[in-house]
């Protein structure tokens, strides 16, 4: 039994299996939407801010 899902990008219903590449997104345009916006900051994870200087040494 399959399991449907929805794509986290366009909510389209997918078939979780393992003849999807793009899993969990149901296409490649779906995942490079998804990844442009964690490199752009629209997503990002919470927490407290980093202290750049505790990261970089060379400050």
Do not use: Y
């Amino acid at each position: 039994m399959l399991s449907v899902v929805a794509c986290p990008a366009c909510k389209r219903p997918l078939e979780w299996s393992a003849q999807n590449p793009w899993r969990p997104f149901c296409s490649e345009r779906c995942k490079l939407v998804d990844l442009g916006a964690w490199l752009t900051e629209a997503h990002a994870i919470p927490g407290e801010p980093v202290d750049e200087r505790a990261v970089d040494p060379k400050t």
